[in-house]
Nanobody
Framework: QVQLLESGGGSVQAGGSRRLSCAASELTFSLYAMGWFRQAPGKEREIVATISRSGGSAYYVDSVKGRFTISRDNAKKMVYLQMNSLKPEDTAVYYC??????????????WGQGTQVTVSS
């Protein structure tokens, strides 16, 4: 069973950048589709970005397109979320997620514990 550990959260001013990292314990990491979700206070958890297990395809929710970039390093068993031009509405707990599949499902089986990102105006 894969374990996921996020890092990189914190506070940043609007317009700034932040890079989230997710470390996976699974030796067969390259078989897992990965992604990032987020949950803001009082809101439902939403998908932010996903990346296929090969890294060849990615998906972004419209609100982050052009600002966020998801990437992965299968050799290091890591997935990243580079967040630029951050806005106060990006404030949320960000979760790393994984599925043993080519692409991430809407209800991933594996989750990290989350990391808080707070964007101040």
């Amino acid at each position: 069973q894969v374990q996921l550990l996020e890092s990189g959260g914190g506070s940043v001013q609007a317009g700034g950048s932040r890079r989230l990292s997710c470390a996976a314990s699974e030796l067969t990491f390259s078989l897992y589709a990965m992604g990032w979700f987020r949950q803001a206070p009082g809101k439902e958890r939403e998908i932010v970005a996903t990346i296929s297990r090969s890294g060849g395809s990615a998906y972004y929710v419209d609100s982050v397109k052009g600002r966020f970039t998801i990437s992965r390093d299968n050799a290091k068993k890591m997935v990243y979320l580079q967040m630029n031009s951050l806005k106060p509405e990006d404030t949320a707990v960000y979760y790393c997620a994984a599925d043993l599949s080519r692409v991430l499902t809407t209800r991933p089986k594996y989750w990290g514990q989350g990391t808080q990102v707070t964007v101040s105006s």
